[in-house]
T-cell receptor
Framework: DTEVTQTPKHLVMGMTNKKSLKCEQHMGHRAMYWYKQKAKKPPELMFV???????INESVPSRFSPECPNSSLLNLHLHALQPEDSALYLC???????????FGQGTRLTVV | GENVEQHPSTLSVQEGDSAVIKCTYS??????FPWYKQELGKRPQLIIDIRSNVGEKKDQRIAVTLNKTAKHFSLHITETQPEDSAVYFCAASVDYGQNFVFGPGTRLSVLP
């Protein structure tokens, strides 16, 4: 299995909702990532879990909360989002240091 | 922190010609440089990467060169085909791939 699987593919949520994005990989990768990508922009790193240790991009608002239940699963919990948070959210995984990341197909999030 | 610049922002070539995209980085400690291809509406895909102890790497029609002294690296695509049309992102990492900083992207159009 060489895939990073993300669910859902599309999500529309109101500013008072709570939702979660899910990501799964079965490649034995020990690093998993959340990226945010706005239209015509490069991916921006939000969070990294490496060997189940979290690194945070300090510019990410607290309304985004990552969770790594195990080395194959990565969640992103969303609460009280703003319309400007609408974007493509990409999960990725890699073997770890020295290896490139493999991306999932993304969740296109719209906040209304 | 690391800053990655990428040029040109758009590039049009005739089918069969070569395309070159150049990136510069600011942090001399950067040691890993992947390139990603992103087709419209799809996920970024790793196409080639290079580590700081290597000056050049080739994979069929794609090659990457690295000049550590000048802090720049380039993607070379030979014999371009229409399916090479996409946005290409370079990236740099100071910890062998745990955290990437992406360049702003180059939109490549291969004209038949």
């Amino acid at each position: 299995d060489t895939e990073v699987t993300q669910t859902p593919k599309h999500l529309v949520m109101g500013m008072t909702n709570k939702k979660s994005l899910k990501c799964e990989q079965h490649m034995g990768h020990r690093a998993m990532y959340w990226y945010k990508q706005k239209a015509k922009k490069p991916p921006e790193l939000m969070f990294v879990y490496s060997y189940e240790k979290l690194s945070i991009n300090e510019s990410v608002p607290s309304r985004f909360s990552p969770e790594c239940p195990n080395s194959s699963l990565l969640n992103l919990h969303l609460h009280a989002l703003q319309p400007e948070d609408s974007a493509l959210y990409l999960c990725a995984s890699s073997h770890g240091t020295g290896f490139g990341a493999f991306f999932g197909q993304g969740t296109r999030l719209t906040v209304v | 922190g690391e800053n990655v610049e990428q040029h040109p922002s758009t590039l049009s070539v005739q089918e069969g010609d070569s395309a070159v995209i150049k990136c510069t980085y600011s942090d001399s400690a950067s040691n890993y440089f992947p390139w990603y291809k992103q087709e419209l509406g799809k996920r970024p895909q790793l196409i080639i990467d290079i580590r700081s102890n290597v000056g050049e790497k080739k994979d069929q029609r794609i090659a990457v060169t690295l000049n550590k002294t000048a802090k720049h690296f380039s993607l070379h695509i030979t014999e371009t085909q229409p399916e090479d049309s996409a946005v290409y992102f370079c990236a740099a990492s100071v910890d062998y791939g745990q955290n990437f900083v992406f360049g702003p992207g180059t939109r490549l159009s291969v004209l038949p």
